[in-house]
């Protein structure tokens, strides 16, 4: 019984929690991951990760498997419906002086997420840069050191690497539009065919944010927080597309999909034609899994698209540590990377270096078939710097003001 | 050696421990959510301001009051109808038969698969698709999630006339209603303008509160107005939900001061309700007087009340199987009636992770509706012992839980227990299942605990039996069959909580509902209709077995089957 379990967990936990928690309270040291390793064994990780997802449900059950067989660590996956719940429980039991045994462990993150538990210290670190399977991460290419503009600083560990796309069925929509201006004559063409999933959404934020870089040139004061920039200037043109945009778009803006997956249905049902996706493999594995038309491909902006990679990170009174630590090591080894960025399971960009990985484990990236609707790296082309995380809080503020009530 | 004299039952302590389970959840919940709502325990500044100074403040009340007097009135009108028109026929039997099952069909499953059916590119759109409609894709229409929050009030309705259907017949028993409507006929009634006049006034009275149990729920429900319900803005009882989540904790004000806002416009609802029901009971008086027999209207409202019955029955139907249709597709584009191909895919894939979070629903749920029958039978005996009947008070204090609005008291205890530094996880929420299982559980049991001809007990008094062989050896087997219902009455209440389970579980306690509603945030139709379906067949079992079990133990013995 997983209570049982759970229980038992529980009770033992003070007696082996960590190589010893005080030496862990300052992060993890190099050297340390033989006794990481040994405290870890028969621990009980509660990872709070976002449930709305059944591939990604799927691929945590999978990595719970693997790191019990391999390190008699338990996973139990926490599903949220917003990641912002965990974060708020972090916070109450920091406010309440719950400074042990906390019940978050690890927790999927990144952005405004990371920067607010990072700032009111409710992260344990640093140990993301101390983990053996660092030494495979592509730092050089990739963006993983900084989190929406803010330095990691080994507070919280990669795992994927994200891109925005555009999700579209090639059979019903030949040439989509490939800027923000072409979609607004698109729309206003074929009104009805196109919508967002409903800030405060992740995605559809990002949709604010990717519109707002399309349409401002990426001014670079979006790298400094909101507060330092003419944020009416910067964003008029932003609003003005908006305004345009939201009597066109499906149900006239009256009513939005409220997460990402449910534009995928609304495709498939033949309700709209174009969907915001972050994840450059979602549209192969949904064709694989029934849930688009085999017709669908993807497609990123003239002007390129927001990518960013998603992390995990341990709260500071989390009494797992070491299991959390080792859930993470195996979240970046090669094994769960190529398992990740097959379309058939999650379709997940890689964080590692191809460079810096052995023979057969390259091969087995390269055996990889990404899917019909993936583009390559060539053609999803460098990624763009997602703005400082205030301009997404503010973003989403503005929205919920300007349409998110409509009567 | 003398035996051990037998343990006599105490006159008041099921009851009390019964009534403490009852009211003090629902008492310390909304303590605690009244202080962070006055601006205690740091929760920000003026929260009942930041309320009111909430751009969907205005719309999500109305969506709250609109609703719940819709939903309920609906559900009402169609219940009396089928009654008045059909009382005593076939096609009754009938539609009591479609429509008692679906009472354990969880709220999140019906109104899930009412989604799939009524949407735009739902089944039935499907299938009159294009030869009929034209349709080669889903017409722009807000069907579901429509602002003025139709489709709410229609999943709303389609569960609650099952609720009020089975209330209504338990309390025949208890008024003259049929003689009443026989007189009315031999008058020169028709059938169902009779049975409106005479009959229904005495049986409302007798199910007033369940109707506004009804009321209460139908204003603040979240898992049925998050699948089925407008989002911009949503209803009161969902953005509260959503505050209670926020990381910025300052929020958690907001919301307890909006769950406050909730139980008051729930309280005015309820005495708005009573005065519409002076009026009615004026107007039909009236009606009565004018002795007016109306035959005209007669057979308009007897079809209204089969066509009305038979939608709600089948539209919950049509969306459990389009339910099970969906959780065995293969690609399924629009217009296509059907699947391209049937596989079990999306069971192999969810089957291993699916299998835990059945077993945490089944533990949960049997041990609350075993611990509700116990208390339930432990506080009925006592009454009958001790020669005390509950009064018009404990009726109130048995419905409190069900009247007070679900979010206006666990946000605090939530709180409460966050201040005490309690752990949310299994026992919170099989404790928070249990006031709302008691309440159900003791309306299934009690009236078929007391028809029983208490001549039998004389007898065995008689013969030499004590009080407890008397319990043990002739009251229970005597009632099997109706405790059997009571506890699966309980258990499909516990199976279909959402919001106790995801405030006292803390997020680890996850069951068939919890996962259900989450997927539904996601856009996964297989796999929300396998969860659904789960979850339907979780609280469907306990159902079959309360059939099943007397007609094999009491294979005999006619009179003791039951049903």
């Given at each position: 019984?997983?209570?049982?379990?759970?229980?038992?967990?529980?009770?033992?936990?003070?007696?082996?929690?960590?190589?010893?928690?005080?030496?862990?309270?300052?992060?993890?040291?190099?050297?340390?991951?033989?006794?990481?390793?040994?405290?870890?064994?028969?621990?009980?990780?509660?990872?709070?990760?976002?449930?709305?997802?059944?591939?990604?449900?799927?691929?945590?059950?999978?990595?719970?498997?693997?790191?019990?067989?391999?390190?008699?660590?338990?996973?139990?996956?926490?599903?949220?419906?917003?990641?912002?719940?965990?974060?708020?429980?972090?916070?109450?039991?920091?406010?309440?002086?719950?400074?042990?045994?906390?019940?978050?462990?690890?927790?999927?993150?990144n952005g405004p997420?990371?920067?607010?538990?990072?700032?009111?210290?409710?992260?344990?670190?640093?140990?993301?840069?101390?983990?053996?399977?660092?030494?495979?991460?592509d730092?050089e290419n990739k963006d993983v050191?900084t989190d929406f503009t803010l330095?990691?600083?080994?507070?919280?560990?990669?795992?994927a690497m994200a891109q925005v796309v555009f999700i579209y069925d090639e059979?019903?929509l030949p040439e989509p539009p490939r800027s923000m201006p072409a979609l607004l004559d698109w729309a206003a063409a074929n009104?009805?065919r196109f919508t967002f999933p409903?800030p405060?959404d992740f995605l559809g934020s990002t949709f604010l944010k990717q519109a707002l870089i399309d349409l401002s040139g990426d001014n670079p004061a979006l790298a400094k927080p909101v507060?330092a920039a003419d944020y009416d200037a910067v964003t008029s043109d932003l609003w003005a597309f908006i305004d345009a945009l939201t009597?066109n778009l499906w149900?006239?803006?009256?009513?939005?999909?409220?997460?990402g997956?449910?534009q995928?249905?609304?495709i498939?049902?033949?309700?709209v034609d174009l969907a915001i996706s972050f994840s450059p493999g979602e549209a192969s594995?949904?064709?694989?899994?029934?849930?688009?038309?085999?017709?669908a491909r993807t497609y990123v902006l003239e002007g390129g698209t927001i990518g960013n990679a998603s992390?995990?990170?341990?709260?500071?009174?989390?009494?797992?540590?070491?299991?959390?630590?080792?859930?993470?090591?195996?979240?970046?080894?090669?094994?769960?990377?190529?398992?990740?960025?097959?379309?058939?399971?999650?379709g997940y960009g890689?964080?590692?270096?191809?460079?810096?990985?052995?023979?057969?484990?390259?091969?087995?990236?390269?055996?990889?078939?990404l899917?019909?609707a993936t583009l390559s790296p060539a053609e999803l082309g460098k990624a763009l710097p997602e703005p400082h995380p205030s301009w997404m809080t503010r973003l989403t503020?503005d929205w919920?003001?300007r349409h998110?009530?409509?009567? | 050696?003398?035996?051990?004299?037998?343990?006599?039952?105490?006159?008041?302590?099921?009851?009390?421990?019964?009534?403490?389970?009852?009211?003090?959840?629902?008492?310390?919940?909304?303590?605690?959510?009244?202080?962070?709502?006055?601006?205690?325990?740091?929760?920000?500044?003026?929260?009942?301001?930041?309320?009111?100074?909430?751009?969907?403040?205005?719309?999500?009340?109305?969506?709250?009051?609109?609703?719940?007097?819709?939903?309920?009135?609906?559900?009402?009108?169609?219940?009396?109808?089928?009654?008045?028109?059909?009382?005593?026929?076939?096609?009754?039997?009938?539609?009591?038969?479609?429509?008692?099952?679906?009472?354990?069909?969880?709220?999140?499953?019906?109104?899930?698969?009412?989604?799939?059916?009524?949407?735009?590119?739902?089944?039935?759109?499907?299938?009159?698709?294009?030869?009929?409609?034209?349709?080669?894709?889903?017409?722009?229409?807000?069907?579901?999630?429509?602002?003025?929050?139709?489709?709410?009030?229609?999943?709303?309705?389609?569960?609650?006339?099952?609720?009020?259907?089975?209330?209504?017949?338990?309390?025949?028993?208890?008024?003259?209603?049929?003689?009443?409507?026989?007189?009315?006929?031999?008058?020169?009634?028709?059938?169902?303008?009779?049975?409106?006049?005479?009959?229904?006034?005495?049986?409302?009275?007798?199910?007033?509160?369940?109707?506004?149990?009804?009321?209460?729920?139908?204003?603040?429900?979240?898992?049925?107005?998050?699948?089925?319900?407008?989002?911009?803005?949503?209803?009161?009882?969902?953005?509260?939900?959503?505050?209670?989540?926020?990381?910025?904790?300052?929020?958690?004000?907001?919301?307890?001061?909006?769950?406050?806002?909730?139980?008051?416009?729930?309280?005015?609802?309820?005495?708005?309700?009573?005065?519409?029901?002076?009026?009615?009971?004026?107007?039909?008086?009236?009606?009565?007087?004018?002795?007016?027999?109306?035959?005209?209207?007669?057979?308009?409202?007897?079809?209204?009340?089969?066509?009305?019955?038979?939608?709600?029955?089948?539209?919950?139907?049509?969306?459990?199987?389009?339910?099970?249709?969906?959780?065995?597709?293969?690609?399924?584009?629009?217009?296509?009636?059907?699947?391209?191909?049937?596989?079990?895919?999306?069971?192999?894939?969810?089957?291993?992770?699916?299998?835990?979070?059945?077993?945490?629903?089944?533990?949960?749920?049997?041990?609350?509706?075993?611990?509700?029958?116990?208390?339930?039978?432990?506080?009925?005996?006592?009454?009958?012992?001790?020669?005390?009947?509950?009064?018009?008070?404990?009726?109130?204090?048995?419905?409190?839980?069900?009247?007070?609005?679900?979010?206006?008291?666990?946000?605090?205890?939530?709180?409460?227990?966050?201040?005490?530094?309690?752990?949310?996880?299994?026992?919170?929420?099989?404790?928070?299942?249990?006031?709302?299982?008691?309440?159900?559980?003791?309306?299934?049991?009690?009236?078929?605990?007391?028809?029983?001809?208490?001549?039998?007990?004389?007898?065995?008094?008689?013969?030499?039996?004590?009080?407890?062989?008397?319990?043990?050896?002739?009251?229970?087997?005597?009632?099997?069959?109706?405790?059997?219902?009571?506890?699966?009455?309980?258990?499909?209440?516990?199976?279909?909580?959402?919001?106790?389970?995801?405030?006292?579980?803390?997020?680890?306690?996850?069951?068939?509902?919890?996962?259900?509603?989450?997927?539904?945030?996601?856009?996964?139709?297989?796999?929300?209709?396998?969860?659904?379906?789960?979850?339907?067949?979780?609280?469907?079992?306990?159902?079959?077995?309360?059939?099943?079990?007397?007609?094999?133990?009491?294979?005999?013995?006619?009179?003791?089957?039951?049903?």
């Amino acid at each position: 019984m997983k209570y049982a379990l759970a229980f038992t967990a529980l009770l033992a936990t003070p007696a082996l929690a960590g190589p010893d928690p005080e030496s862990l309270s300052d992060g993890l040291a190099p050297g340390e991951w033989q006794a990481v390793l040994d405290a870890a064994e028969g621990q009980t990780v509660y990872w709070n990760a976002w449930g709305g997802s059944t591939t990604t449900n799927a691929f945590i059950a999978w990595v719970g498997d693997r790191v019990k067989e391999e390190y008699g660590v338990t996973l139990e996956h926490v599903k949220l419906s917003d990641t912002a719940d965990a974060v708020s429980r972090v916070l109450s039991e920091q406010q309440a002086g719950q400074d042990t045994e906390g019940a978050v462990d690890l927790i999927w993150i990144n952005g405004p997420n990371f920067a607010s538990m990072k700032g009111q210290d409710l992260l344990f670190g640093p140990f993301a840069e101390s983990l053996p399977n660092w030494q495979y991460v592509d730092v050089e290419n990739k963006d993983v050191q900084t989190d929406f503009t803010l330095p990691v600083e080994g507070y919280e560990a990669p795992w994927a690497m994200a891109q925005v796309v555009f999700i579209y069925d090639e059979a019903r929509l030949p040439e989509p539009p490939r800027s923000m201006p072409a979609l607004l004559d698109w729309a206003a063409a074929n009104p009805g065919r196109f919508t967002f999933p409903q800030p405060p959404d992740f995605l559809g934020s990002t949709f604010l944010k990717q519109a707002l870089i399309d349409l401002s040139g990426d001014n670079p004061a979006l790298a400094k927080p909101v507060e330092a920039a003419d944020y009416d200037a910067v964003t008029s043109d932003l609003w003005a597309f908006i305004d345009a945009l939201t009597p066109n778009l499906w149900r006239q803006g009256r009513a939005y999909p409220q997460t990402g997956p449910r534009q995928l249905q609304l495709i498939a049902d033949g309700e709209v034609d174009l969907a915001i996706s972050f994840s450059p493999g979602e549209a192969s594995t949904a064709i694989a899994n029934n849930e688009l038309p085999p017709t669908a491909r993807t497609y990123v902006l003239e002007g390129g698209t927001i990518g960013n990679a998603s992390f995990v990170a341990i709260p500071y009174n989390s009494s797992v540590k070491s299991g959390a630590m080792v859930v993470a090591n195996f979240l970046m080894s090669p094994e769960a990377q190529v398992r990740a960025q097959d379309p058939e399971v999650l379709g997940y960009g890689t964080v590692l270096s191809m460079d810096k990985l052995s023979e057969d484990d390259r091969a087995a990236f390269e055996a990889l078939d990404l899917g019909v609707a993936t583009l390559s790296p060539a053609e999803l082309g460098k990624a763009l710097p997602e703005p400082h995380p205030s301009w997404m809080t503010r973003l989403t503020e503005d929205w919920i003001a300007r349409h998110g009530v409509k009567e | 050696m003398s035996r051990p004299a037998p343990m006599p039952l105490p006159r008041a302590t099921l009851p009390a421990l019964t009534v403490a389970l009852l009211t003090l959840p629902v008492g310390l919940g909304l303590f605690f959510t009244l202080a962070p709502a006055l601006g205690y325990m740091g929760t920000g500044e003026a929260p009942f301001m930041r309320l009111a100074d909430w751009p969907g403040i205005g719309p999500a009340t109305r969506l709250s009051l609109s609703t719940g007097f819709a939903a309920t009135a609906l559900s009402l009108a169609i219940t009396a109808l089928i009654a008045a028109g059909w009382h005593g026929t076939r096609a009754f039997a009938l539609l009591h038969r479609l429509l008692s099952p679906l009472l354990s069909v969880p709220h999140a499953a019906a109104a899930f698969g009412l989604a799939l059916l009524i949407a735009p590119s739902g089944w039935l759109a499907r299938a009159l698709s294009p030869w009929l409609t034209g349709w080669s894709t889903p017409p722009d229409l807000l069907i579901v999630q429509d602002s003025a929050g139709l489709a709410l009030i229609a999943g709303l309705t389609a569960k609650e006339v099952p609720f009020l259907l089975l209330m209504l017949l338990a309390a025949r028993s208890q008024t003259r209603s049929e003689a009443h409507a026989r007189v009315a006929t031999t008058l020169g009634y028709a059938r169902a303008v009779g049975w409106l006049l005479t009959a229904f006034p005495a049986l409302y009275a007798q199910i007033r509160l369940p109707v506004y149990v009804v009321l209460a729920y139908s204003m603040s429900v979240v898992d049925v107005a998050m699948i089925l319900g407008p989002n911009t803005p949503p209803t009161l009882s969902v953005q509260i939900t959503r505050w209670m989540a926020d990381p910025d904790l300052t929020l958690r004000g907001v919301a307890a001061a909006g769950a406050l806002w909730q139980l008051a416009l729930v309280l005015a609802a309820l005495a708005g309700w009573r005065g519409l029901e002076a009026l009615t009971a004026r107007a039909g008086t009236a009606l009565a007087m004018s002795g007016r027999r109306l035959h005209g209207l007669n057979t308009a409202l007897r079809a209204l009340g089969l066509a009305l019955g038979l939608a709600v029955a089948l539209s919950v139907l049509a969306g459990l199987a389009s339910q099970v249709l969906w959780s065995v597709a293969g690609y399924w584009g629009f217009p296509d009636a059907l699947p391209d191909d049937l596989s079990l895919r999306t069971w192999a894939r969810h089957g291993p992770m699916l299998a835990p979070v059945a077993l945490t629903t089944l533990l949960i749920a049997g041990l609350a509706a075993l611990f509700a029958l116990a208390l339930v039978t432990g506080c009925l005996e006592a009454e009958a012992r001790h020669g005390f009947r509950m009064g018009a008070g404990g009726r109130l204090i048995l419905y409190l839980p069900l009247l007070i609005p679900q979010i206006a008291f666990l946000p605090g205890l939530q709180i409460l227990m966050l201040t005490l530094g309690l752990r949310e996880g299994l026992w919170p929420v099989l404790l928070s299942h249990l006031t709302f299982v008691i309440p159900y559980t003791l309306i299934a049991l009690s009236g078929p605990f007391h028809a029983v001809d208490s001549r039998y007990f004389t007898a065995a008094a008689s013969l030499g039996a004590a009080p407890n062989r008397r319990f043990w050896r002739l009251r229970l087997p005597l009632l099997l069959a109706p405790l059997l219902t009571a506890f699966a009455v309980g258990f499909a209440v516990s199976v279909g909580q959402y919001l106790p389970t995801l405030l006292l579980g803390g997020g680890r306690v996850t069951t068939l509902t919890t996962e259900a509603v989450a997927l539904t945030s996601g856009g996964d139709r297989r796999a929300i209709g396998a969860y659904a379906l789960a979850q339907t067949a979780a609280a469907l079992l306990p159902f079959a077995l309360a059939l099943a079990l007397p007609r094999l133990l009491f294979a005999n013995r006619k009179g003791m089957r039951g049903g």
